[in-house]
Each structure stands twice: as C-alpha cells, then as structure tokens.
C-alpha cells in the first residue's frame, strides 16, 4: 500500500510528534507508516484523514500486489 | 453516508475493547522484571540441589505415586512435607514473565500491540521448534531440567525479540 502522508504532513507543516500527538499514537508509529512499514487500522487512518484535512483515499492508495 | 465522527467512534470502541480487555497497566512491567529475574536466578540453586530448609512445608499433593516395599501404592490426594524452593521459582518465572507480556508501554498504540502479538507468535515457534529438538535428543532427567526451562522460555524469548523490535525502532 502506497501512502501520501509524509508529503500532505510536510505541505501542511506539521512535525511527526505533532501529528502523533494529535492522534494520540507514538512518533515512531507515524515514522512506520510514513515508510510503509505498518499499515494503520481503519480508526488511525480516519484520524489520519481528519487531522491532515485530506480523504483516507487521498492518503492511501493499493498498489497493484495488494 | 456515515459520518466521520460515527466512524471513528465504531472503531475507536472496537480498538479500546480489544486493548483493555488483554492488557494490564504499564506499572506492572518492573514487578515483572523482577520477578523474571528473581525467578532465572532460583532456577541456579534449584540445578545445584540448594533446598533452604525454611523452605520445608507441608503440601497438598495430588496423584501421588510412590513405591513402599517394592510395591507400587497410588494415593489421589496426600500431604506431605516437601522443600517448595521448585514451587516459588516455577511460579515466580510464570508470573514474572505474564506480568511482562501483558502489561502496557508507556506509550502503548495499536503497532505495539501488533509488535507484541508478532513477538508472542515468533516466540510459540521458536518455543515449539526447541521442545521438539529436546523431545527427540534429551532423555530421563535431564529432561527434567528441559521442562524446569521450559517454563520461561516463552516468555523470555518474548521479552527478548519485543525489547529488541521497540529498541530498533526507537533508533529509527
């Protein structure tokens, strides 16, 4: 699954721990889906969605071995 | 179309069940430790024979099999003086290593607990590789002490992988 996090986060000025913060996860559970290692449950990715003022399908997108 | 704000509460409900119902407060990790370690230390005097005499109590013991005069007489239940040193560390290595499985990080959110279940399944396969190996190539009472092991392997291979996956990612 590709994700667009990291780039709408910077657009938006927002640090990792801010945005951690805000959907009360860790920095480095933002830092694993920003490199694609974890891939966030329906709710962090809804929070995700709202907190970067973007659709989930703006943020996420499945690739083609999905 | 659903709300966002109903959708996120369905899953935030699902998720806190999920957490609340399996784990303890991350308060109970250094009791834990302690007794983990307490427990392996005990381990080292119940292999060199050590029975502290005030540990000497009388137990209830169930399918008791003994052997009086070349005649084998079974009892279901007895009680008997026994030195309970095997008892407090075998329970101590469980509890400990429990404690350290279930309680919470300080920072605990829904990868941690990917992380430990990933850790908790990777720990049952090695758990289960090493026991086999020690079925098929250790006999009599030598396995006694494979099994005296065995009780927190588990928990120490746990204990091991998440504290080594957390500390990779915290480096990160």
């Known amino acids: 699954m590709k994700n667009q996090v990291k780039i709408v986060r910077i657009e938006k000025g927002i640090t990792q721990g801010d945005l951690a913060e805000k ?7 933002i830092h694993a889906i920003e490199s694609g290692k974890y891939v966030p449950s329906t709710l962090l990715a809804l929070k995700l969605s709202d907190v970067l003022d973007k659709t989930v399908e703006d943020l996420f997108e499945l690739e083609e071995n999905d | 179309m659903v709300e966002m704000s109903s959708l996120l509460y369905i899953c935030k409900a699902h998720l806190t069940i999920m957490e609340t119902k ?29 029975e502290p005499e005030f540990l000497d109590a009388d137990v209830i013991m169930l399918f008791v099999d003994d052997e009086v005069f070349g ?17 407090l560390v075998g329970i101590s290595v469980i509890l400990g290593g429990l404690l350290l499985l279930l309680a919470r990080r300080k920072h605990e959110d ?31 009472l030598s396995f006694y002490f494979v ?26």
């Open chain 1, 23 to 29: 959907i009360s996860v860790s920095r480095q559970t």
């Open chain 2, 22 to 50: 399996f784990l303890i407060s991350h308060k109970f990790r250094a009791l834990g430790a302690i007794l983990f370690s307490l427990g392996i230390l005990g381990t080292s005097l119940v292999i060199s024979d050590l």
């Open chain 2, 71 to 87: 005649k084998e007489e079974f009892k279901l239940i007895d009680v008997r003086e026994e030195n309970i040193l095997n008892e």
């Open chain 2, 110 to 140: 829904e990868m941690m607990i990917k992380l430990r279940l990933e850790s908790i399944l990777w720990a049952a396969k090695i758990n289960a590789v090493l026991l086999i190996i020690s079925l098929l190539f250790i006999y009599s």
């Open chain 2, 147 to 172: 099994m005296l092991f065995n009780l927190g392997v588990l928990y120490g291979l746990f204990a091991l992988r998440f504290e080594w996956v957390v500390s990779r990612l915290n480096r990160e």
